[in-house]
């Protein structure tokens, strides 16, 4: 079975700019989550969706948001960068929540 | 919300030695507690896990207990090798499926 893909795997962006990352579960994982992975603040928990759903949220702002498809497929959007968005973003797929998450390799987004 | 503490940060052993790493959560609603390793520049591999109506499972070196009353759980890792060297998070999680995770520890195992 293919493992979590995450596109793009770098990206470059100027602060102000938007961002969209897709993630792609493994088939037949409906649950997707996302997290942002920062050498100072560790690995943390952005959103999870499940059934196209958005069913936590973590403590970010509002300029996070993200969505799931019907192919379970997750987008996550960041808005109005800022400096401090630099980071690697995370997605982790489960067949159903609270099952074991498998993590996709990530997308590192720099910020300048 | 739930609070995860990891400890020690950084953990250096022989190799052959054991190594043993201590996590604790606040929530007592949390019942799935997985640990993970990452590898520099790679994804965090899941590499085992414990719901809370067990207290202790094992997968060849690598073992992990949990202690409901206390809301402690530990990873426990005999015969390091140096393939062992990495850094390892473990998490906390609820039926809401959010998860929480310590802040790492940066296994060292010297050969």
């Known amino acids: 079975k293919a493992g979590v893909t995450q596109t793009p795997r770098y990206l470059i962006k100027t602060r102000g700019q938007q961002v969209t990352l897709s993630c792609s579960p493994i088939?037949?994982?409906?649950?997707v989550s996302w997290y942002q992975q920062t050498p100072g603040q560790g690995l943390q928990f952005l959103f999870e969706y499940f059934s196209e759903t958005q069913r936590n949220k973590g403590n970010f702002p509002g300029r996070f948001s993200g969505r799931q498809f019907s192919n379970s497929r997750s987008e996550m959007n960041v808005s109005t960068l800022e400096l401090g968005d630099s980071a690697l973003y995370l997605c982790?797929?489960?067949?159903?929540?609270?099952?074991?998450?498998?993590f996709g390799p990530g997308t590192r987004l720099t910020v300048t | 919300g739930e609070n995860v503490e990891q400890h020690p940060s950084t953990l250096s052993v022989q190799e052959g030695d054991s190594a043993v790493i201590k996590c604790t959560y606040s929530d007592s609603a949390s019942n799935y507690f997985p640990w993970y390793k990452q590898e520099l520049g790679k994804r965090p591999q899941l590499i085992i896990d414990?719901?809370?109506?067990?207290g202790e499972k094992k997968d060849q070196r690598i073992a992990v207990t949990l202690n409901k009353t206390a809301k402690h759980f530990s990873l426990h890792i005999t015969e390091t090798q140096p393939e062992d060297s990495a850094v390892y998070f473990c998490a906390a999680s609820n039926t809401g499926n959010q998860f929480y995770f310590g802040t790492g520890t940066s296994l060292t195992v010297i050969p």
């Open positions: 088939s037949g994982h409906r649950s």
């Open positions: 982790a797929s489960s067949l159903l929540p609270v099952y074991e998450q498998y």
């Open positions: 414990i719901r809370s109506n067990v």
